[in-house]
């Protein structure tokens, strides 16, 4: 239950794009057409579904001051939280290149239309964002860790989606010159944070 | 100065913005800007690290494998970020709490990848150098701008002092909340993306 309201919160409250604007440089480039957002948006939440747990046992049991107990007393007080940004973001490239060379193997066609948007998900703000709230939320297991990285998931790719199929419809209609493109864009993306944040404050 | 050199510093700061023309690294430029003091130390922050790490990896470009390069650009830069923000934790410490994750974020900031993997790996040090500060102060004047706009007319102060003067409040001037809120740094770069291409038309694009 409690894993649910996280999954929820995450989604609409937490959004990643509206109220903390993390993998916004790959939200505005490939936010044309609907096709190519989907393909993007699964591909991020398949990333964070891995990265997150994965950062999270790394940070309890590796990490955090006084997490390498397990290994004997005289490692009680050893605090490596300092590396914790240099891992998480070794952890992320890795797992992103992994992704990139399974996808190439089993599907050469989805591998084709996002091009060079896959390697470009180890630099995207939201998966390392995740990770770092991850830690600075403390959550109290694995499972909440997973709840969350889908969430965070599961919000970014409504968020592309939407502007995606927004845009599509935005190439009909007159707008300013100076405006086009990345001006209308960031316009119709803060009309959209005002909607969701009607969520705030929602308890479920 | 050669000119390569003065359009690697220059350049950056209008015609080739990294945040108006290129649109990068903005995920950082809209979640740190609510007070002028937190974007004044972001802004600091990208350009010595963008400045380093350009430098650093322009010196190491002929050694660097070219399939694991991006795996070296990041290890590169997230050593630097973490040192930016070992010391920031050490001598502003309240700073360092507002802004939170988005210092680690540097590390993912498109700004330094782009500058790294575009400018980096194929120029000397002194020019990489020079490039870096440009786009570092090229994304820092936005950041300041719009810190600024939302500081002065959201809560009537900058850098912390009041600057509106009591009499307005007195009168019924009140200070605008929805300047505080996420949405409305988007707004603002969607207005100065507006103001900039109206100046330079042939940024416009054709939809």
Known sequence: ?204 | MSPNLKAALLGPLNKNNPILVQVLGICSALAVTTKLESSLVMAISVIIVVALSNVIISLLRKSIPNRIRIIVQLVVAAALVTLVSEILKAYAYDVSKQLSVYVGLIVTNCILMGRLEAFAMGNGPWASFLDGIGNGLGYGWILVTVGFIRELFGSGTLLGYKVIPQSFYDAGYMDNGFMMLAPMALLLVGCIIWIHRSKNPELQEEQ
């Open chain 1, 1 to 204: 239950m409690e894993a649910i309201s996280l999954i929820v919160r995450s989604i609409f409250v937490d959004n990643m794009i509206f109220a903390y604007f993390l993998g916004m440089c790959s939200y505005l480039a490939v936010s044309k057409n609907v096709k190519t957002a989907l393909g993007l948006g699964i591909a991020v939440t398949v990333v964070l579904v891995l990265t997150v747990p994965l950062n999270f046992l790394l940070e309890n049991y590796i990490l955090k001051p006084g997490a390498l107990g397990w290994l004997g007393d005289g490692f009680k007080d050893m605090d490596l939280s300092v590396f914790s940004l240099i891992i998480f973001i070794a952890v992320i490239a890795s797992f992103t290149q992994l992704l990139e060379m399974v996808i190439e193997r089993f599907s050469p066609s989805l591998y084709n239309s996002l091009g060079i948007f896959l390697p470009l998900i180890a630099v995207n703000c939201a998966i390392l964002g995740a990770s770092l709230f991850m830690q600075q939320r403390d959550f109290s297991n694995v499972g909440m860790a997973t709840a969350y990285g889908f969430g965070s998931g599961i919000g970014w790719l409504l968020a592309i989606v939407g502007m995606a199929a927004i845009r599509e419809k935005l190439e009909y209609s007159n707008v300013p010159k100076p405006l086009r493109g990345l001006g209308i864009t960031f316009i119709m993306t803060a009309l959209m944070a005002i909607g969701f944040m009607s969520f705030s404050g929602i308890s479920i």
